[in-house]
């Protein structure tokens, strides 16, 4: 059975930072192009960062200089460093997994900014 389990989200004053971690089971994610999405209240979900299998990475342009994707591949987890908080940034963050037609996501974690 595969998971992607999301933790580190919580309330976080404006500036301020928090990491996220997605842990997988059932997969190696090191074979997987992964990301970090994001939903907030009555929006779209969104792509906040990418990291593909060789490493490569990409961000949405909001995030730009604030946060940023890695892998540890021995762990089998992605993290997301959330760095310079913004109240805009608050919403739940998902994980994702993608191989060819696999995709797979994490349940989501709560991140709020707020003073």
């Known amino acids: 059975q595969v998971q992607l389990v999301e933790s580190g989200g919580g309330l976080a004053h404006p500036g301020g930072s928090l990491r996220l971690s997605c842990e997988a089971s059932?997969?190696?994610?090191?074979?997987?192009?992964l990301g970090w999405y994001r939903q907030a209240p009555g929006k779209e979900r969104e792509l906040v960062a990418a990291?593909?299998?060789?490493?490569?990475?990409n961000y949405a342009d909001s995030v730009k200089g604030r946060f940023t994707i890695s892998r540890d591949n021995a762990k089998n987890t992605l993290y997301l460093q959330m760095n310079g908080l913004k109240p805009d940034d608050t919403a739940v963050y998902y994980c994702n997994g993608r191989l060819a037609s696999l995709v797979y996501w994490g349940q989501g974690t709560q991140v709020t900014v707020s003073s």
């Open positions: 059932g997969i190696t994610l090191r074979l997987y192009s």
């Open positions: 990291i593909t299998s060789g490493g490569s990475t």
